[in-house]
């Protein structure tokens, strides 16, 4: 696995100086900058000059690209003074790489490299493939034009980067195309448009409107965690969003997590103050408010509030990159013995959880003992031992990132697979023996001595922002019923029909279900249609025949055909599957 990931990547990277190449043989003004190896591909920047290329330009690229593929050159590797590369540098005009060449002499290089490849050279470390053959025809595309800042910075010079798709065969590219061509039809920011459940405003970047609609399914969701990511023994509360600056000082937040805070100073108060990106210090603050017995732990504390999260304008992305978010956050207080048995049910929990959703684990991972790390060696011990235990316990697979924990405490996370393949990380179990020294938190132990409590981080669906993007997507906007906005749509055939459709409503509403009647003066096709489209559960066409039996006639999502049935087996079957969360 390791040694074919390394071999796609100098594939990626070789492709970027074939790439480069091409360019020149059809722009030979052009000045090229870097070119590396990148996820799913590669990419170069490149000072075009004022010469504007667009994507129709790919294909002549491409086709020099492959021609160059055919011609089975090798990439062989010249060495050269700085001075001498420098010097060159200078004379091709090239300022890009005068100023590599130059940070490189700075450094204390000596000598560069330079790999040539036909007619090509350029300047880099390497490795490339021997030769291009290794690149098979077709494993490779270019596929989208961007603008980027010489090395990043937007007081340096907009370049044209281009962008190309590498893979090791050709089937793998295709797949992976087939792939985004998916995910761009589940687009969740397109969807939740379309379905009407959320929406974005300029005046609140990152922080999602949540439309009527959209509130059924997160209200559904918050119920959902209520009932399977909290249950039995944990206790909702609720913890202010504004608090003194002095509180996330002691937190250490203050000085490691400012710049990720909103914060604001309060004039009357003089203070200053920030909006909670987490809850755990305020969570502190609830368990110091009383002297805890050994008995009554585990405490496990539960707040699902919003968290404002100053994330980078640049990453922002619909519901699954957010501002402003709410978890399935919980903190649990609990005696070093009690880390195994809370470990355990978590787990069972995070099951139980993906499997209703039909989300598929993929890889969870433990973040051991770094190498600085905070209290006794011992604790951290029987605490990963516990982990894996509890790991172990649950029949999961898990990887050991040795060394990656925080210096705080080690940690579980859990990653899933979604419809279409794609891998999410979900679950965070963090074991904490930092934050309860920070706010001095003790309970009396059974031989009569203080001792601090080990605190729990976990939040198993993560963000509820971002889960429901999540399985938008997942799902293609046809949520289950249970999470349905709208769960059953009577279509009216007629104006006569109307108030009987009117009478099913009501009826359908008093057992708790989620119903809409289209009465608008249009054909049933059209409805059919429109009702499709909103991707609803269940359609009943009302007319003459409906009215005067007891059957009804229902067209489940996804189906050509409809079905007759009496009404109450059809209650009785929609309620059974809303009660299984299906
Ligand atoms: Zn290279
Ligand atoms: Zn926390």
New binding site residues.
């Given amino acids: 696995m390791e040694k074919e990931l390394v071999a796609i990547e100098v594939k990626r990277h070789s492709l970027a100086h074939l790439l480069a190449a091409a360019v020149l043989d059809l722009w030979p003004e052009a000045k090229l900058a870097i070119g590396p190896a990148i996820e799913n591909g590669f990419y170069y920047d490149i000072d075009f000059g004022d010469v504007k290329i667009n994507e129709a330009d790919f294909r002549e690229i491409e086709k020099r690209m492959s021609h160059l593929l055919k011609q089975n050159l090798p990439f062989v590797r010249i060495e050269k003074k700085i001075d001498e590369a420098l010097a060159e540098a200078q004379a091709s005009g090239n300022p890009y790489k005068i100023e590599l060449i130059e940070g490189l002499k700075e450094r204390g290089e000596s000598v560069v490299s330079i790999y040539s490849v036909g007619k090509f050279d350029d300047l880099c470390r390497g490795p490339h493939v021997e030769s291009t053959n290794k690149i098979l025809p077709g494993s490779f595309k270019l596929n989208k034009l961007a603008g980027a800042y010489w090395r990043g910075d937007e007081k340096n010079k907009m370049l044209t980067r281009i962008y190309g798709l590498a893979f090791a065969t050709k089937a793998e590219l295709d797949d992976y195309l087939h792939l985004i061509e998916e995910a761009e039809k589940r687009d969740h920011r397109k969807l939740g448009k379309e379905l009407d459940l959320f929406m974005m405003h300029e005046y609140a970047p990152g922080m999602p409107f949540f439309l009527p609609k959209g509130m059924i399914v997160l209200l559904e969701l918050i119920k959902f965690v209520r009932e399977y990511s909290y249950g039995e023994g944990y206790q909702e509360i609720r913890t202010p969003h504004l608090l003194n600056a002095d509180l996330w000082k002691t937190s250490g937040h203050w000085e490691h997590y400012q710049e990720d805070m909103f914060c604001l100073h309060h004039a009357e108060d003089d203070i200053d103050m920030g909006i909670k990106p987490?809850?755990?210090p305020a969570?502190m603050l609830v368990f110091k408010r009383d002297i805890h017995s050994y008995k009554e732990l585990p405490l496990r504390l539960a707040e699902t509030t919003t968290l404002y999260r100053n994330e980078k304008s640049g990453t922002l992305q619909g519901l699954t990159r957010v501002r402003s978010l709410s978890q399935d956050?919980t903190?649990i207080f609990a005696r070093p013995d009690q880390i195994l048995s809370e470990i355990s049910d978590l787990l069972q929990k995070v099951k139980n959880i993906y499997n209703i959703f039909n989300l598929q684990i993929d890889e969870i991972h433990l973040s051991t003992r770094p190498e600085s790390f905070l209290g006794e060696k011992a604790t951290w011990d029987l605490a990963e031992s516990n982990l894996k235990e509890a790991l172990e316990k649950a029949g999961l697979n898990y990887q050991i990132n040795e060394g990656d924990g925080a210096f705080y405490g080690p940690k579980i996370d859990v990653k899933v697979k979604d419809a279409i393949g794609r891998q999410w990380q979900l679950a965070t179990i963090?074991l904490?023996f930092q934050?309860p020294q920070r706010f001095e938190l003790h309970y009396d132990d059974a031989d009569g001595t203080q001792k601090t409590p080990v605190?729990i981080?976990r939040a198993l669906l993560g963000s509820m922002e971002r889960f429901m993007g999540i399985i938008i997507e997942h799902y293609a906007g046809a949520l289950p019923l249970w999470l349905s906005p709208v769960q059953i749509k009577l279509l009216s055939v007629g104006e006569k029909h109307i108030d009987f459709c009117r009478q099913l409503e009501e009826e359908f509403k008093a057992l708790g279900l989620r119903v809409e009647v289209d009465d608008h003066n249009e054909t049933v096709g059209n409805k059919i249609r429109k009702a499709t489209q909103e991707k609803i559960p269940y359609l009943l066409v009302i007319g003459d025949k409906e009215m005067e039996s007891e059957n009804l006639v229902i067209r489940e999502r996804g189906s050509q055909d409809n079905k007759e049935m009496k009404k109450t087996d059809f209650v009785h079957d929609v309620s059974e599957k809303i009660k299984l969360k299906q």
Avoid: K, R
């Fill in positions: 987490m809850n755990c969570h956050d903190h963090q904490d934050l605190v981080h």
